[in-house]
């Protein structure tokens, strides 16, 4: 079964750095672009970046550059999602997922990763 | 890079159409066929229902289609029942080599 499973759900403080993990399953991960999304509470999904594990190719959209790093490790079929320094507007729910391209669809999505960010 | 415009909520009857609206510019929506829809239900992840446009993956109900016009995308469902009540996002590539969301449209069955 192909399937992306993500990390467990996270409390942070202001300040803190974190790194959250998407590992897939049952397909060639290095054959397939990564993505993630994000979504704040009550609101809607927002595309934050991809990269394409095969060779660490990574886009950013302008609004999380700088913000975010998005990193893989093939060798674990797993991708990272990381901050340095979380703030309290980082707290959100936030979703994997797999696209043949990097211009296409999202067809397999992680069951999502709760990141509560609070002093 | 803004979000793409979709209708806060629609609403339909059992068994009726329902057209769901995305309009872009011509630097996402208008000027690739890069566009999907997702269906997604509270507290879960979302769910591809149409990608490239107008085509269905595969367990998609035949139901659900999608269509382009110049800067707007449409996402039309038939035949409407109950369990389609949810959430559903456009999406579009760009020619910022990004992807953006719509703001999210709520359907209702009544």
């Known amino acids: 079964e192909v399937q992306l499973v993500q990390s467990g759900a996270e409390v942070k403080k202001p300040g803190e750095s974190l790194k959250i993990s998407c590992k897939g399953s049952?397909?060639?991960?290095?054959?397939?672009?990564i993505g993630w999304v994000r979504q704040m509470p009550g609101k809607g999904l927002e595309w934050m970046g991809i990269i394409y594990p095969g060779d660490s190719d990574t886009r950013y959209s302008p609004s999380f550059q700088g913000q975010v790093t998005i990193s893989a490790d093939k060798s674990i079929s797993t991708a990272y999602l990381q901050w340095s320094s979380l703030k309290a507007s980082d707290t959100a729910m936030y979703y994997c997922?797999?696209?043949?391209?990097?211009?296409?669809?999202?067809?397999?999505w992680g069951q999502g990763t709760m990141v509560t960010v609070s002093s | 890079q803004s979000a793409l415009t979709q209708p806060a909520s629609v609403s339909g009857s059992p068994g009726q159409s329902i057209t769901i609206s995305c309009t872009g510019t011509s630097s996402d929506v208008g000027g690739y066929n890069y566009v999907s829809w997702y269906q997604q239900y509270p507290g879960k992840a979302p769910k591809l229902m149409i990608y490239d446009v107008s085509n269905r993956p595969s367990g998609v109900s035949n139901r659900f289609s999608g269509s382009k016009s110049g800067n707007t995308a449409s996402l039309t469902i038939s035949g409407l029942q109950a369990e389609d009540e949810a959430d559903y996002y456009c999406?579009?590539?760009?020619?910022?080599?990004?992807?953006?969301f719509g703001g999210g449209t709520k359907l209702t069955v009544l």
């Open positions: 999406s579009s590539y760009t020619t910022s080599s990004t992807l953006v």
């Open positions: 997922a797999s696209a043949v391209d990097y211009a296409g669809a999202f067809d397999i």
């Open positions: 049952g397909y060639s991960f290095t054959s397939y672009w």
